[in-house]
C-alpha cells in the first residue's frame, strides 16, 4: 500500500519555481524525519531536504537558499518550494518518511513513487 503520494511535478524554465507536495495521511507510524529526495538518470538517489520532528531543517548544498522544506500538520503533507531552478535540478524527486512503531521498535522507511521535475528552455 502506497503510504506517500507526491504531486506538483512538471516541466518549468531555468529560474522557474516550483512546489511539490507530499500527501502523507496514510502514514500510521511515528515520523521522526521527512525528507525529499531526488534521482537524475544515471546517478545515485541523493538527498535534497529533510525536516525533523523538532523542525530542524537541512538541505544539500546544492539546493540551499533555493529551496525550503515545510510541512503543514493539519493536513499532513510536506512540501518542498523549489526557487530558481536550474538545469541540474531535472531529476525524479521522492518523499520520504522514516519513523518508528508506535507500539513496538520497529522502524519503517517509506518512499513514494516520485514525480517527474524537467528543469528545460
Known amino acids: 500500500q502506497v503510504q506517500l503520494v507526491e504531486s506538483g511535478g512538471g516541466l518549468v524554465q531555468p529560474g522557474g519555481s516550483l512546489r511539490l507536495s507530499c500527501d502523507a495521511s496514510?502514514?500510521?507510524?511515528?515520523?521522526?524525519?521527512m525528507a525529499w529526495y531526488r534521482q537524475a538518470p544515471g546517478s545515485e538517489r541523493e538527498l535534497v531536504a529533510a525536516r525533523m520532528a523538532s523542525g530542524t531543517t537541512n538541505y544539500a548544498d546544492s539546493v540551499k537558499c533555493r529551496f525550503t522544506i515545510s510541512r503543514d500538520n493539519a493536513e499532513n503533507r510536506v512540501y518542498l518550494q523549489m526557487n530558481n531552478l536550474k538545469f541540474e535540478d531535472t531529476a525524479v524527486y521522492y518523499c520520504?518518511?522514516?519513523?518508528?512503531?508506535?507500539?513496538?521498535?520497529?522502524?519503517?522507511?517509506?518512499w513514494g513513487q516520485g514525480t517527474q521535475v524537467t528543469v528545460s528552455s
Open positions: 520520504n518518511a522514516q519513523g518508528r512503531s508506535y507500539y513496538d521498535t520497529t522502524q519503517y522507511n517509506q
Open positions: 496514510r502514514i500510521r507510524f511515528n515520523v521522526n524525519v
